[in-house]
């Protein structure tokens, strides 16, 4: 069974023409051929049909084969191509090559050109299936995209709508319980508290949410940042909690890093802060340090905490998670969250790794500085 092939040869020689076309009938391809020899009959060959396959001629009087692939590559074709030639030499060869020609055949040795044909059809086949695969591939991606967008939006805009009705709320419930407590019976004032403690808490939840939607908007750009002083100023806002639990913390010299430097800041301060929180029966020790490993930086946070149970090692990480009573370790939950997500958004990872009750070490990665690629923050 013959096997149809539309072929656009470029060649100045009927004959040569007619020695290619015999050649593929002689192994069983049906070709409709057309033979074009200048530019200018090429562009319009390509524009006006739809072509299987190229063979052009190395050298013509007024034009060339790899003339005619560039012609090809500049209209944004990708067809199978192959170049024959009487007399092609290395130097001319290796040329076709770094244009991106992947097969020559010599006029006098046309037994090759139907190998060379089946299998620039079958990578041309390969190529366009891979192609495919990218476009709806990178369709996916920009519709992921999208829609994450348009959940953030939802979400800030959502929480930023809900704290109004929620404050009254609030305020409402807080009014009833200094008006009315030891007025009305004990059962009465539990449930005015259960409301106060119920508004407090979504209200809350929704500045954490808030917070978490922001982290896209408070993006500032890439700046080569001073861990250390970044490090110094986290420390700085959890002066309190510091003091009042007796934490130490030390670090390693640590390095500049291009990133963007609130983020920083706020990522040290909830890693560090969430040390303090859980921490054991001693007094926090909290460590930071940093070391680079291929083309990026790993940073640690080691404590002597309470630990975390290894099966827990990545629901730490999801919005509104918790792994304790929230009368014992109060708060959000979301700031491994947040963390996870300023991490991401600097192109890094962020992991943990620990114990129940032997401490833990949370590790991130950040890529690695090149000089002269950012201004110093």
């Known amino acids: ?7 656009l040869i ?3 020689s ?3 023409t007619l020695l290619v076309v015999r050649e593929l009938e002689r192994e069983g391809y049906d070709v409709a051929v057309e033979r074009v020899e200048t ?4 562009r319009a060959a390509l524009g006006g049909s739809r072509w299987d396959l ?3 001629d190395y050298s013509m009087p007024r034009f060339s084969g790899t003339r005619a692939f560039r012609v090809i590559k500049e209209l944004g074709l990708d067809l199978p191509f192959i170049l024959v030639s009487g007399t092609v030499g290395e130097e001319n060869a290796v040329e076709a090559m770094k244009l991106g020609v992947h097969d020559y055949i010599m006029k006098g040795n046309l037994k090759r050109l139907v190998p060379a044909v089946e299998r620039e059809l079958r990578e041309a086949v390969v190529r366009q299936e891979r192609k495919r695969a990218q476009e709806a591939l990178a369709k996916k991606v920009e ?14 805009v959502a929480s930023h709508d809900l704290k109004e009705p929620l404050r009254m709320v609030a305020a409402y419930t807080q009014l009833l319980a200094r008006r009315y407590r030891g007025k009305l019976d004990q059962e009465a004032d539990e449930m005015i508290q259960f409301a106060v403690e119920g508004a407090n808490r979504v209200y809350e939840l929704i500045d954490a949410l808030l917070a978490f939607s922001r982290i896209d908007h408070t993006w500032k750009g890439l700046v080569t940042v001073d861990m250390e002083g970044a490090l110094a100023r986290a420390l700085d806002d959890l002066r309190l909690p510091i003091q009042e639990t007796g934490a130490i913390i030390t670090n390693d010299p640590l390095p500049a890093a291009l990133a963007d430097r609130i983020q920083m800041e706020q990522l040290l301060q909830n890693l560090i802060g ?3 929180k859980f921490r054991g029966p001693s007094p926090p020790m909290i460590h930071a340090s940093a070391e680079p490993r291929g083309a990026e930086w790993v940073f640690s946070i080691r ?3 309470i630990g975390i149970d290894p099966r827990y090692s990545e629901r730490v990480f999801i919005i509104f998670q918790r792994l304790h009573e929230r009368e014992r370790y109060p708060g959000t939950g979301i700031g491994l969250a947040i963390s996870k997500k300023i991490v991401e958004r600097h192109g890094g990872r962020i992991w943990v790794e620990s114990r129940a009750g032997q401490g833990a070490t949370f590790y991130f990665t950040i890529p690695i500085q090149c000089k002269g690629e950012a201004p110093s923050a």
Not at 1 to 7: I, K, Q, T
Not at 39 to 42: I, M, N, T, V
Not at 143 to 156: D, I, K, M, P, Y
């Open 1 to 7: 069974m013959s096997r149809p092939l539309r072929l």
């Open 10 to 12: 470029v060649e100045d």
């Open 14 to 16: 009927e004959n040569d």
């Open 39 to 42: 530019e200018e009959a090429l």
């Open 54 to 56: 190229v063979v052009a």
């Open 143 to 156: 519709q992921l995209a999208r829609s994450n967008a348009e959940l953030e939006r939802f979400a800030h």
């Open 274 to 276: 969430n040390a303090i």
């Open 303 to 305: 404590d002597n905490g």
